[in-house]
């Protein structure tokens, strides 16, 4: 008899963790999600029942502690079908202040995680990487055959050598794996109940555009505005959260799917469209039907000046292409906003 897949979710109760939880359950897939919390609000759970009407299993559970992740995984008599790996720190900024927090908590965790998978038979795992493993690529958009240049971030690193990781990893194993090379999550659930919660003040440009909208802001500084680019902006792939969590989903059901041996695959996982910070801008103020206050600072370090994918490879290998628009994003990420105000 088939039974229902068994997905562990690592970092589930995050940002793009939580939107692939919802996706799963209601593909009728069973979730465990672990999570240390550290980033993140068990709340958030409840607003995965609110949208799915289903309660995923939830573990605290720090995978930097090797001891606690070896009883967790003894915990399960049949291994998990599949692993979907977010847990890790992302701040860009952060990582380059505190190197060694970054490199101990996405490194250890990773291998943590692989040596206690492999040892209970749970032999797939799709990885969440990122787009800026690539750096400033010369040649735009990017494939996944586009070199890696040396990461602009200790954080861009960690995804680097997680890659590596992995592929070797996989090399020596049964261990199969999908890395999924993200470009800029932006959005929240279209219900509105579930978005980002970012940590005091965003880094990120779309967080900032709905806080400065909602008044928690007092402007919005644009970093740059002398770029070889359309209007002097950076350049990048902005894709729907809820578009990037199917994409997950397509790669579960390609793992499940396949038994070749030492299957590693890397897939870039955007919209295949740059768009500028003021086209964002402008974009946020049509679908809000507002003016958004804003000027021009420098350039902010370590940024590149134009970022976007070729997304041939997914929509060949997934069967997966974006379906929501930026409009439709920055509208959800809005009305988030809006919803998050109305609740304190
Ligand atoms: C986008 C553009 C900024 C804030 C990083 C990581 C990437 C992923 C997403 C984790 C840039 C400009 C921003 C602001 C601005 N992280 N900006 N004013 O840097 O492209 O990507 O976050 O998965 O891996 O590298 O995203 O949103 O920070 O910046 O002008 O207040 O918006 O200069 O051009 P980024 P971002």
Redesign the pocket.
């Known amino acids: 008899m088939k039974t229902t897949p068994h997905i562990l979710v690592t970092g589930g109760t995050g940002y793009i963790g939580s939107h692939t939880v919802v996706e799963l359950l209601i593909e009728n897939y069973e979730v465990t999600i672990v999570d240390n919390l550290s980033r993140s609000n068990a709340n958030v759970l409840d607003s995965i029942t609110a949208i799915t009407g289903k309660t995923p299993n939830f573990v605290q559970l720090d995978l930097c502690n090797a001891d606690a992740v070896t009883t967790f995984f003894n915990a399960y008599s049949t291994p998990f079908d599949a692993i979907i790996h977010f847990a890790a720190y992302?701040a860009?900024g952060e990582s380059v202040q505190e190197p060694l927090l970054y490199y101990h908590n996405n490194v250890v965790s990773m291998i943590n995680l692989l040596q206690a998978a492999n040892t209970n038979g749970c032999n797939k795992i799709v990885f969440s990487s990122?787009?800026?493993v690539y750096g400033q690529s010369a040649s735009l958009p990017v494939t996944e055959l586009t070199p890696r240049l040396t990461a602009e971030s200790p954080y861009?690193n960690t995804k680097q050598i997680c890659e590596d990781i992995l592929r070797d990893t996989v090399n020596a194993t049964n261990i199969q794996c999908i890395s999924l090379r993200?470009f800029?999550?932006i959005g929240a659930h279209s219900s509105a109940l579930m978005g980002e919660l970012p940590l005091g003040v965003p880094?990120?440009?779309?967080p900032?555009i709905t806080q400065t909208a909602i008044g928690k802001r007092a402007s919005?500084?644009?970093?740059?505005n002398d770029y070889n680019t359309i209007d002097g902006t950076?350049v990048?792939d902005y894709i729907h959260v809820m578009d990037l969590a199917q994409a997950h989903i397509k790669a579960v059901e390609v793992l499940l799917a396949t038994n070749q041996a030492h299957h590693y695959d890397i897939i870039n996982i955007g919209t295949g469209v740059g768009s500028s910070?003021l086209q964002a801008v402008n974009a946020f103020e049509k679908a809000a039907n507002l003016k958004l206050n804003y000027s021009y600072s420098p350039r902010?370090s370590g940024?590149v000046e134009a970022m976007y994918a070729n997304v041939d490879k997914a929509k060949a290998v997934l069967n997966f292409s974006s379906q929501y628009s930026l409009e439709d994003a920055l509208l959800h990420q809005w009305q988030w906003e809006q919803a998050l105000q109305r609740n304190g």
């Open positions: 992302k860009v990122s787009c800026t861009g993200y800029n999550p880094n990120n440009l779309v900032f919005l500084s644009i970093f740059g950076c990048r910070v902010r940024d």
